[in-house]
């Protein structure tokens, strides 16, 4: 038996708006059938909406995510799609990783300043 989720038992699942689903299919990412001016999702659109959130929540563009979802459809397939995963999620761990370097570096130089802001006032005889 065909189950079909209506977009609104889909936006409280997921917790987003209808707007979003409709940019998604906007996008090219789902495609429900159409019955009128009522869209019905699929148990595969509703899988799709689950990894596209997983994605954007490890931050992928949508560029991205269709790039992995198009690589599943044509060949190499899955075994594709996988080896693309990985390297996307590599270059993001490695974005992340010079972001927290980027992040480390600010903090040790604010506390630099902190320091030398204390060490003047101490200097010219003012108390913090």
């Not at 991205?64 to 993001?92: N, S």
Request: with cysteine; glycine share 8%; aromatic share 6%.
């Amino acid at each position: 038996m065909n189950k079909y989720y209506s977009i609104t038992e889909l936006t409280r699942e997921f917790g987003i708006s209808t707007r979003t689903l409709r940019f998604y299919e906007d996008e090219g990412l789902i495609h429900p059938e159409r019955r009128g001016r009522t869209r019905l999702f699929r148990q595969a659109d509703r899988h799709l909406i689950k990894e596209i959130l997983r994605g954007r929540r490890i931050g992928f563009t949508i560029a991205e995510i269709r790039e992995i979802i198009q690589v599943y459809k044509d060949p190499p397939g899955e075994m594709g799609q996988l080896q693309l995963l990985m390297t996307r999620v590599e270059e993001k761990r490695e974005e992340l990783r010079q972001k927290r370097k980027d992040i480390d570096d600010t903090l040790a130089e604010l506390d630099n300043v902190e320091e030398a802001c204390l060490t003047r006032l101490a200097e010219i005889g003012v108390g913090t």
